[in-house]
């Protein structure tokens, strides 16, 4: 079984528990996620089953998108409510202030990975480093966030609570960003609620709950769940090779002469057996004037 699994990770449960709990369910063991969520965080997780494990770099590389909610005037030493409050300062701004503060964080910036987080540093993990008190310098990351959509804020007592949907680009850690926000601001802020509602192509409506996957695995229908690999490269043009040129492109060689390629030297491109049977993704080429294909992945059992 070979394909994309769209689930919906509840919180509660590290990304980890979801895939362990998937095994044991389904009796798959070649499973594994694409894009750690925070235990306490919910939404879109997406999952690679058997030889879709290999899409797992360009889910590295894809967007992300979240719905977010910060308190402000209380700050904790992990950007989040499970983290052991710092200060509290009761919150006297003008919404329009907030708001302007907040939409500022908008485009390009540079952005330090929390001491809470399962970044390497020395070969160490961070969260392990800050469980025992230490703290190490971070490098700080360039991120892009694309848009930030406010909306609602409202007076909890000296505390308001800001709800906000953002995109942004790989490596972006949305606790980090309330932190930042809480410090722009003058007044702290730690992020209260966080669910993922999309990574790359991919959004939360198409998700489905570990009640339904359990459903459906005991019905013995868990199949109809799992999209095939090519789902990731949608966005990529496609073309299906004759019979005599798939043996070819899957024992690794480039097949040339191809005139119906829709796509530049130098992009990926979809390749089929025929049309319903993804064989893998290629790099197109031009050879002495003509198109040619060119395998990157494979895709076949």
């Known amino acids: 079984m070979n394909g994309i699994l769209l689930l919906i990770k509840p919180p509660n449960m590290t990304s980890f528990d979801v895939i362990a709990w998937l095994r044991k369910i389904t009796g798959i063991k070649k499973i594994g996620h694409a894009g750690t969520l925070d235990p306490a965080a919910c939404g879109l997780l997406p999952v690679c089953i058997g030889k879709a494990?290999?899409?797992?770099?360009?889910?590295?590389?894809?967007?992300?998108?979240?719905?977010?909610?910060?308190?402000?005037?209380?700050?904790?030493?992990?950007?989040?409510?499970?983290?052991?409050?710092?200060?509290?300062?009761?919150?006297?701004?003008?919404?329009?202030?907030?708001?302007?503060?907040?939409?500022?964080?908008?485009?390009?910036?540079?952005?330090?990975?929390?001491?809470?987080?399962?970044?390497?540093?020395?070969?160490?993990?961070?969260?392990?480093?800050a469980r025992k008190g230490i703290e190490v310098e971070r490098k700080p990351r360039r991120i892009i966030i694309y848009d930030i959509d406010i909306l609602d804020i409202k007076d909890e007592g000296s505390y308001p609570v800001v709800r906000f949907d953002v995109k942004c680009s790989k490596g972006t850690y949305i606790?980090?960003?309330?932190?930042?926000?809480?410090?722009?601001?003058?007044?702290?802020?730690h992020m209260s609620f966080l669910i993922r509602t999309?990574?790359?192509?991919?959004?939360?409506?198409?998700?489905?709950?570990?009640?339904?996957i359990e459903k459906r695995s005991g019905e013995g229908d868990i199949e109809s769940l799992i999209h095939a690999p090519d789902i990731v490269f949608r966005g990529y043009p496609q073309v299906i090779l004759e019979r005599k040129d798939v043996k070819r492109f899957?024992?690794?060689?480039?097949?040339?002469?191809?005139?119906?390629?829709?796509?530049?030297?130098?992009?990926?491109?979809?390749?089929?057996?025929?049309?319903?049977?993804?064989?893998?993704?290629?790099?197109?080429?031009?050879?002495?004037?003509?198109?040619?294909v060119k395998p990157v992945k494979l895709f076949l059992d």
């Open 53 to 129: 494990a290999k899409t797992l770099p360009w889910f590295s590389e894809f967007d992300k998108s979240y719905r977010v909610e910060m308190i402000l005037g209380i700050a904790t030493d992990t950007y989040d409510s499970e983290g052991s409050i710092l200060g509290k300062n009761p919150v006297k701004l003008e919404k329009s202030f907030i708001e302007s503060v907040i939409c500022g964080f908008a485009g390009e910036t540079e952005q330090t990975p929390p001491m809470y987080s399962a970044v390497k540093v020395g070969g160490r993990r961070l969260y392990e480093l």
């Open 175 to 189: 606790r980090t960003l309330c932190n930042d926000i809480g410090i722009k601001l003058g007044c702290g802020a």
């Open 198 to 212: 999309g990574v790359g192509p991919f959004s939360l409506a198409d998700a489905v709950t570990l009640e339904e």
């Open 250 to 292: 899957i024992n690794g060689a480039m097949v040339s002469g191809l005139p119906d390629i829709n796509a530049e030297a130098g992009n990926y491109i979809r390749v089929y057996a025929e049309p319903e049977r993804f064989i893998g993704l290629g790099t197109v080429l031009c050879v002495n004037g003509e198109k040619a």
